[in-house]
Each structure stands twice: as structure tokens, then as C-alpha cells.
T-cell receptor
Framework: GDSVTQMEGPVTLSEEAFLTINCTYT??????LFWYVQYPGEGLQLLLK?????DKGSNKGFEATYRKETTSFHLEKGSVQVSDSAVYFC?????????????FGQGTRLTINP | DSGVTQTPKHLITATGQRVTLRCSPR?????VYWYQQSLDQGLQFLIQ???????AKGNILERFSAQQFPDLHSELNLSSLELGDSALYFC?????????????FGPGTRLTVL
């Protein structure tokens, strides 16, 4: 069935390192794609989104490009900070049981060390 | 602060009991969504209401029910609780019912079933 798969964590990096978190989806057509971030003790926040193929979403230094050829939406940041430590969720808007729903990947915990 | 409020923050109860979780959406938002986040199942969509009417259903158990009231707040009722129902329950809201509308998440209610 339709699903979202993201890179397993946890991921630990040093400050100013380059970050990539992989995300791929399985679906019919080209669903809208999202990255959410969950800081400790908080709910999820939308980080960025792309609603059609080849779109690039960006926010707070993070970027992700919708690649229909590889059905991917990898999250990248050129220089991470300690404050980026959080759990990151990739999500796709999929049609499940006749209605559009957000389907999330399993989440990737990111820890940035100073 | 997303503007979405959830009460209570924590709930501890016993197997077989019934609990009610409450959610107030952001001012002006008509849609409310409920999600369950657990270690083994990840983040799963349960149900969506739009302006008082059920809009979409996910993997919600028959023991669970929800409603949205005329003032747009929503309640999620969980009955005949089992150990496996222990999880973080999130509410989210959006202005409309389209899947591409940004969903704003509350801080969650942590349910522990003993």
C-alpha cells in the first residue's frame, strides 16, 4: 500500500556539519510532501512542504526537493546547529480509504553536538 | 505556541477504564484532526472533523470515538482501555478541510494505561 519511508535514526552530528535525512514514498500519482519537526516536549511543526514535482521547499536553512523520478523528498541543511536537535518526520498526503490523509514516516531523531 | 490547546497534558488510568481528551483548535480553524503517536506504530492519523462533521477516518479503533462541538472544540473518547493504548495523542487544526492546508499541532496528551 501507499507509504512513506524515511532514514532510520538516531543521527548524531557535530555543529556546522551537513545534514541529509532521506525520505521516499510509495503512492499512485504525485502526492504533496511535507517535513515536520518535533522539538522535545512539543507537538509537530510544519518545517516545509512541496505540492508538486520539482518544487523545492525551504525554511530556516532546511531544503527539500520533490523528485518524482526517485519518489523522494530528502531533507538537507548545509550547517546544522545545536538548536536543530529534534525528531524530523517526513509525510505525504495520500488517498487512503477514499480520503486524503497525511501519512507519516517513522521519524528520525537528530542530535547535534557542540 | 501553535494556538492549539489540549487537555489534560498527562493522564494515568487503568485497563478497562474510559477517558476523554479535549482539544481546542486555533481561532478560525474549522478542521480538527486526531493522531496517535506510539513507539511501535509511529504517528498515525485517527480521524478528522470539519465544522462539526466527520470528514475522514484513519486507523481508529471501534473503542475510540470523537466529536466536534458547535464551538469547534473536539473530544476524543477512549474506552475499554488496554495497555497498548498508552501513547501520545495529538490534536491538530487547519483552516479548511483540504489535505494541503497546513496543520497546526497541539502539545499532546500523554496517556498511560496501567
Amino acid at each position: 500500500g501507499d507509504s512513506v519511508t524515511q532514514m532510520e535514526g538516531p543521527v548524531t552530528l557535530s555543529e556546522e556539519a551537513f545534514l541529509t535525512i532521506n525520505c521516499t514514498y510509495t503512492a499512485t500519482g504525485y502526492p504533496s510532501l511535507f517535513w515536520y519537526v518535533q522539538y522535545p516536549g512539543e507537538g509537530l511543526q510544519l518545517l516545509l512542504k512541496a505540492t508538486k514535482a520539482d518544487d523545492k521547499g525551504s525554511n530556516k536553512g532546511f531544503e527539500a526537493t520533490y523528485r518524482k523520478e526517485t519518489t523522494s523528498f530528502h531533507l538537507e541543511k548545509g550547517s546544522v546547529q545545536v538548536s536543530d536537535s529534534a525528531v524530523y518526520f517526513c509525510a505525504a498526503l495520500l488517498r487512503v480509504q477514499g480520503a486524503q490523509k497525511l501519512v507519516f514516516g517513522q521519524g528520525t531523531r537528530l542530535t547535534i553536538n557542540p | 505556541d501553535s494556538g492549539v490547546t489540549q487537555t489534560p497534558k498527562h493522564l494515568i488510568t487503568a485497563t478497562g477504564q474510559r477517558v476523554t481528551l479535549r482539544c481546542s483548535p486555533r481561532s478560525g480553524d474549522l478542521s480538527v484532526y486526531w493522531y496517535q503517536q506510539s513507539l511501535d506504530q509511529g504517528l498515525q492519523f485517527l480521524i478528522q472533523y470539519y465544522n462539526g462533521e466527520e470528514r475522514a477516518k484513519g486507523n481508529i479503533l471501534e473503542r475510540f470515538s470523537a466529536q466536534q462541538f458547535p464551538d469547534l472544540h473536539s473530544e476524543l473518547n477512549l474506552s475499554s482501555l488496554e495497555l497498548g493504548d498508552s501513547a501520545l495523542y495529538f490534536c491538530a487544526s487547519s483552516v479548511g478541510f483540504r489535505g494541503t492546508d497546513t496543520q497546526y499541532f497541539g502539545p499532546g496528551t500523554r496517556l498511560t494505561v496501567l
